[in-house]
């Protein structure tokens, strides 16, 4: 499985920016998608995961309400909107894909848990 993350920037805070993350290879099992952050100096964060249905989508505390996770299953490509954005939203982008058993608990929070990551896209948020 290949991950393409694209779609990051430069904007002032309570921009939007809209990132894609394009899965390609054996796609025909079901994976979880998250997208992950990493701000400088910081360790990678979770951000938002969404099943395969994109019926269940999961975020973090402190993007719930401004980001939303999105999957285009023909296009085999999950987006994440994210809305008023903030200084402390500056970092690498990621996404990841991983087995449907990360749904157990909160598995889907933990980087470790996914097989699969792409290359991340810079955000840059400035105040």
């Known amino acids: 499985v290949q991950l393409q993350a694209s779609g990051g920037g430069l904007v002032q805070a309570g921009a939007s920016l809209r990132l894609s993350c394009v899965v390609s290879g054996r796609t025909d099992r079901g994976y979880i998608i998250g997208w992950f952050r990493q701000a400088p100096g910081k360790e990678r964060e979770f951000v938002a995961a969404v099943t395969p249905s994109g019926v269940s989508r999961f975020y973090a505390d402190s993007v719930k309400g401004r980001f939303t996770i999105s999957r285009d299953g023909a296009k085999n490509t999950v987006s994440l909107q994210m809305n008023s954005l903030k200084p402390e939203d500056t970092a690498v982008y990621s996404c990841?894909?991983?087995?449907?058993?990360?749904?157990?608990?909160?598995?889907?929070?933990?980087?470790?848990?996914?097989?699969?990551w792409g290359q991340g896209t810079l955000v840059t948020v400035s105040s």
């Open positions: 990841a894909a991983g087995p449907l058993t990360i749904l157990r608990g909160t598995d889907y929070k933990i980087e470790r848990m996914y097989n699969y």
